[in-house]
């Protein structure tokens, strides 16, 4: 597969990037592999788990989601205090992407309520994660931002196969949540259809910043003006 990811004969290029789920970093040495492989790991366990529930899926691996932007930026924020040295606008832009996702989580929310069981797996994948995650961040940020490119690879493709089942009629398209119309500034006739297009524009979005962290901790001279454009957010978050 070739590496689309960042590479400088793209420039100028965002909007195709965004049209592209199939965009893939092909990895490079072990840090890279270790990434994908765990990846791979949870794609499995979430595909056997949710099968095409996409709404009930997506509720759970956005409450997943909204963690590495949030230990990112409390280690970079505490790294930056220590060695006395500026971020270069990293620690914002990770608080930013936890804030995105959570709002994911609450758009989601609405579609699909969590069962009891569902409520229960979400506390016990957050205990994990949250740990695992923090040590592997500690151990090797560019590990930790590799992971995330590729979990959020993983959230393009899904969010693609949710489209497919609302145009194939197979999840109703109902009208957008009140949360997601003001958040993404959606028209007042918005569905979720719509909405799972923004999500998914999110994602892409953060799929290309983190792979971009990951590259510049690896020394690799890096554009982030190249990412897949974030789509306008409200200022002010509202329930
Ligand atoms: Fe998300
Ligand atoms: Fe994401």
Redesign the pocket.
């Given at each position: 597969m070739v590496n689309k990811i960042l590479s400088p004969d793209r420039q100028g290029l965002a909007e195709e990037r965004l049209a592209a789920p199939d965009v893939h970093h092909e990895p490079h040495g072990f840090s890279d592999r270790f990434a994908l492989g765990f990846t791979k790991l949870l794609r499995f366990s979430a595909d056997t788990f949710f099968a095409k529930r996409y709404g009930h899926r997506?509720i759970v691996?956005?409450t997943v989601?909204?963690v590495p932007g949030m230990v990112g930026a409390t280690i970079q924020h505490l790294t930056c205090l220590r060695r006395m040295k500026d971020d270069d606008g990293w620690i914002r832009t990770l608080m930013e992407e936890a804030e995105?996702?959570r709002m994911?989580?609450m758009t989601f929310i609405e579609v699909a309520k969590p069962t009891y069981f569902e409520r229960l797996v979400i506390q016990i994948a957050q205990a994990v994660f949250y740990v695992g995650f923090f040590l592997l961040y500690l151990v090797s940020a560019r590990t930790a931002h590799r992971v995330v490119g590729y979990f959020e690879e993983e959230?393009v493709i899904s969010y693609t196969l949710y489209l497919k089942e609302i145009d194939e009629g197979r999840s109703p398209n109902v009208p957008a949540p009140e949360i997601a119309k003001h958040y993404w500034k959606m028209a007042p006739d918005a569905t979720l259809r719509d909405v799972v297009l923004v999500?998914r524009a999110?994602?892409a979005h953060?799929r290309d910043v983190n792979h971009g962290f990951a590259s510049s901790l690896n020394g690799e001279a890096i554009d982030h003006g190249l990412a897949a454009p974030y789509p306008a957010h409200a200022a002010e978050i509202r329930a």
């Amino acid at each position: 597969m070739v590496n689309k990811i960042l590479s400088p004969d793209r420039q100028g290029l965002a909007e195709e990037r965004l049209a592209a789920p199939d965009v893939h970093h092909e990895p490079h040495g072990f840090s890279d592999r270790f990434a994908l492989g765990f990846t791979k790991l949870l794609r499995f366990s979430a595909d056997t788990f949710f099968a095409k529930r996409y709404g009930h899926r997506a509720i759970v691996l956005e409450t997943v989601a909204a963690v590495p932007g949030m230990v990112g930026a409390t280690i970079q924020h505490l790294t930056c205090l220590r060695r006395m040295k500026d971020d270069d606008g990293w620690i914002r832009t990770l608080m930013e992407e936890a804030e995105n996702e959570r709002m994911h989580l609450m758009t989601f929310i609405e579609v699909a309520k969590p069962t009891y069981f569902e409520r229960l797996v979400i506390q016990i994948a957050q205990a994990v994660f949250y740990v695992g995650f923090f040590l592997l961040y500690l151990v090797s940020a560019r590990t930790a931002h590799r992971v995330v490119g590729y979990f959020e690879e993983e959230a393009v493709i899904s969010y693609t196969l949710y489209l497919k089942e609302i145009d194939e009629g197979r999840s109703p398209n109902v009208p957008a949540p009140e949360i997601a119309k003001h958040y993404w500034k959606m028209a007042p006739d918005a569905t979720l259809r719509d909405v799972v297009l923004v999500v998914r524009a999110d994602e892409a979005h953060h799929r290309d910043v983190n792979h971009g962290f990951a590259s510049s901790l690896n020394g690799e001279a890096i554009d982030h003006g190249l990412a897949a454009p974030y789509p306008a957010h409200a200022a002010e978050i509202r329930a």
